[in-house]
């Protein structure tokens, strides 16, 4: 029976067409498998250099390019484009087999032939060759087969190998990538081939070749689950899980283990995989993360994945304070106002030269961070990451300002989300209780130390008993953790995600330099880059805009919904990013105003179908759209001068929360899947990259 593979890059082919030509595709693709044994319905194609490529008829313009082996009945669709297009992408392709993956890879040769032609005839420059220190048998061994090596060979500058990202077989570039960059070929190995390579690869056997990557290429059970594919993201990382991503996932660990990688890699669809896996094999699992927003849709993104209602009630999906509110009683919780207010009260009555910032922040950062219960404690422990230095007679006094403010706590029954934490875990460790098998936390990078401690606390020490999902380039809160701090050793297991499968490469490009300068800090305290991490997809560049005013900017972005309202975008696939909830409130009256239906999204409303989504750039994370807006990105309010601690206050605390803020803009600008429309009043921020959009 001849079956036909879908090639993720086509899907997203398909996702960029409008509605009624993708209803045509699909209905071409439902009739494929009983027309095949026909064959007539596939046509040849003239003039192209691999007649392996056929064509299916979609309507008078549009045309698929299936490939169809030499032997077996595995068809594999990657392409759909208008006639010109199609033929204009195919007639210069080859499909070949991967020597090291036994992957099938798709190589646009007249581009690997004409660089080779040119650099033969180029001036002979007496630079050395790039890979003059990687023997032929190490380039053959990583799958760098004749047409490559030859190009390889020639090749002086990384420069040029780098312009010709995306037209080379993907795995033979990161190969070359990682040699010139200078990995050795073991590492590279490690890195780029991975793990399971085949026995034998038969270098004609395309059909194989395909099955070896699920990950790329799928078959489909019928027109109703090829539907689900296209029409919602999740079932797509359901069926097409990279091997790194399933590795993460499934691979079982005898300690704490990790996954990290940059926005949008998959380290959310790696831990509710990984969730559910372990609850089907039968153990309790906790799926935590940080903001209420998050746990409703990672809840929600599960019971997509799983149906089976025994295995979802294993399975919690709360945050990790209503974790710590389950083994607390009665209290009232201290809102933030409320908060300064006491220490006003504090500083007031002890005539302190210190603002409540400050004692805010010693408490949190310095006090419950370490676990400190004691004077000697305080006086003895080491400010990590505080920039102020105290005397002796200045920490006594601010022990004692902390000890009062505790005790009115205590005295009133108020608590704060901390301080609910800090009773969670005492009560959990006292009876010995450890509620779960297995804690997998999501967007780790951002849980103080309190709550680490109510996750460590949460289940016991064994195998698979943590898992981590975190990104520090998106850390948006105050909470710097080195996790050997908190009792976690990850020691090894971590797996570290490159492919981002939201964003396009232009805006995660644009996005990466804001961040390019920044000195970042992986959880178990190495330094972490973005360097790696790529998007295969392509699409416009992000637009920026500059108005005069505020209400030019709203007016602007209105422009700007209605444009994508009006190309088909459902108001539900746009997200509306600001750094304040006042200006984000402002943007609903003005979408209002002109009739757009509009949703604020808080800690209790998710928003309906049918409503554009507005919110803080703290509640975007996590969450993704196909159009984003991040409004509001002007000098005077990013950073916004309420969360950064003056420099004269504390130096270390000013460049943390600088940098924290500029994470805050990335992490809203890498929530767009397609497009991203960036805008201020005013002079720009100087966060902002200008250079690019
Ligand atoms: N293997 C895959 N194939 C197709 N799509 C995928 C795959 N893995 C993830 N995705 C999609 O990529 C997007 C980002 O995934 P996810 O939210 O898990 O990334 P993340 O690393 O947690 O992102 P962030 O850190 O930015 O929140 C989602 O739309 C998801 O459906």
Known sequence: ????????????????????????????????????????????????????????????????????????????????????????????????????????????????????????????????????????????????????????????????????????????????????????????????????????????????????????????????????????PFARWRVYLHPLQREAAFQSHLGPAQVTGGPGTGKTVVALHRARHLARQGGRVLLATFTATLARSLAKSLRLLETDDEVLSRVDVLTVDQVARRHVGKF???????????WRQVIRRRELDFTERFLAEEWRQVVLAQEITSSDGYL????????????????????????????????????????????????MRELDLCPYDHVIVDEAQDLHPVRWRVVRAAVAKGANDLFLASDTHQRIYDNRVSLSSVGIQIAGRSTRLKINYRTTEEILAWSCVMLAGEKIDDLDGSRTGLTGCRSEVHGDRPKLYGAATRNAEL?????????????????????????????????????????????????DTDGAEGQVRVTTMHRMKGLEFRCVAVIGVGVNQLPAPSAVTPREEDATRHANDLQRERCLLFVACTRARERLHVSWHGDPSSFLNLASG
């Open 332 to 342: 009232t919780l201290l809102r933030d106002e409320e908060e300064k207010e006491l």
């Open 1 to 232: 029976m001849p079956r036909l593979g879908i090639h993720q890059d086509f899907l997203q082919d398909l996702i960029r067409l409008e509605r009624p030509i993708q209803s045509k595709v699909l209905e071409a693709i439902k009739k494929f498998e009983q027309n095949a044994h026909t064959g007539a319905h596939l046509e040849k194609l003239q003039d192209i250099r691999d007649p392996r490529f056929k064509s299916i008829r979609i309507d008078l313009k549009y045309r698929g390019i299936v490939l169809v082996p030499e032997q077996g009945d595995h068809f594999t669709l990657l392409k759909v484009d208008t006639h010109e297009e199609a033929y204009d992408w195919v007639r210069h392709r080859r499909a070949t087999v991967n020597m090291a993956t036994g992957h099938m890879e798709i190589r646009d040769d007249a581009i690997i032939d004409t660089t080779i032609e040119t650099l033969t005839h180029a001036p002979v420059e007496a630079a050395r060759p790039l890979f003059e220190h990687v023997a032929d048998a190490d380039l053959a061994r990583l799958g760098i087969d004749d047409q490559m090596l030859k190009f390889a060979r020639m090749l002086t500058d990384v420069a040029m190998l780098e312009a010709l990202d995306g037209k080379l077989p993907q795995v033979q570039f990161d190969v070359l990538f990682g040699l010139a960059a200078g990995m050795s070929p073991e590492d590279v190995w490690d890195d780029v081939v991975g793990a399971a390579v085949p026995e034998k690869i038969d270098p004609n056997d395309l059909a194989e070749a395909a099955k070896r990557m699920p990950h790329k290429v799928a078959l489909v059970e019928g027109p109703e689950e090829l539907m689900e594919l296209f029409n919602k």
């Open 380 to 427: 003895s422990a080491r400010r990590i990451g505080r920039g102020r230095r105290l005397g002796s007679l200045q920490r006594a006094q601010v022990w004692r300002a902390i000890a009062e403010f505790e005790q009115e706590l205590a005295e009133n029954n108020y608590r704060t989300f901390e301080t609910v934490c800090v009773e969670a875990t005492r009560a």
């Open 555 to 603: 007016s602007r972005l209105v422009e700007e919904v209605r444009t994508w309202l009006d190309a088909g975008v459902l108001p539900e696939e746009i997200g509306v990013a600001t750094r304040s909830e006042t200006i984000g409130q402002a943007a609903v009256e003005a979408l209002r105003r002109a009739r757009i239906d509009v949703g604020y999204l808080s800690r």
